[in-house]
């Protein structure tokens, strides 16, 4: 595992201050890891404003957005499923990308999605 990136169940949990996640996340600053986010999961999991526990998450966080290559390999992914979440996508390509661990409330969409690309990450349920 090389890094960190975060589902839309890890920010809404961050924002609930879920003690677990905020554990995570400090341990993977202290290992000098800088999480990954999906802006689409920066979207997902933003409802109002402002949201001061979830501000704080993405201060350590560097927010990824969807570029055409993302998007068309996320997309593809998607065909080989017949999953329809472009945002699930877009994590587990980005996370393939990075080697990097997921963290999610979502494990089997996440783990559908991986089978499909035929390679194993590790995946932290929060």
Same mark, same amino acid.
Request: include cysteine.
């Given at each position: 595992m090389s890094g960190v990136t975060y589902d839309t169940g890890a920010l ?10 905020? +554990? +995570? *996340? ?5 290992? !000098? ?6 802006? &689409? ?7 109002? !404003?402002? @949201?001061? =526990? +979830?501000? *704080?998450?993405?201060? !350590?966080?560097?927010?990824? &957005?969807?570029?055409?290559? +993302?998007?068309?390999?996320a997309g593809s992914l998607l065909a080989l499923t017949g999953h329809n #979440?472009?945002? #699930?996508?877009?994590?587990?390509i980005g996370a393939l990308t990075r080697d990097d661990a997921i963290v ?15 390679? =194993?990450? @590790?995946?932290?349920?929060?």
């Amino acid at each position: 595992m090389s890094g960190v990136t975060y589902d839309t169940g890890a920010l809404i949990a961050a924002d609930r201050d879920d003690r677990r996640i905020w +554990l +995570l *996340h400090r341990l993977t600053l202290e290992r !000098g890891v800088i999480p990954t986010v999906p802006a &689409g999961v920066l979207g997902q999991s933003w409802r109002r !404003g402002p @949201q001061p =526990r +979830l501000s *704080h998450l993405l201060d !350590g966080c560097q927010v990824e &957005g969807l570029s055409e290559s +993302l998007a068309r390999s996320a997309g593809s992914l998607l065909a080989l499923t017949g999953h329809n #979440d472009l945002i #699930d996508a877009s994590v587990v390509i980005g996370a393939l990308t990075r080697d990097d661990a997921i963290v999610t409330s979502d494990r089997d969409d996440i783990e559908t999605l991986m089978s499909a690309s035929r390679k =194993r990450l @590790q995946i932290i349920d929060v």
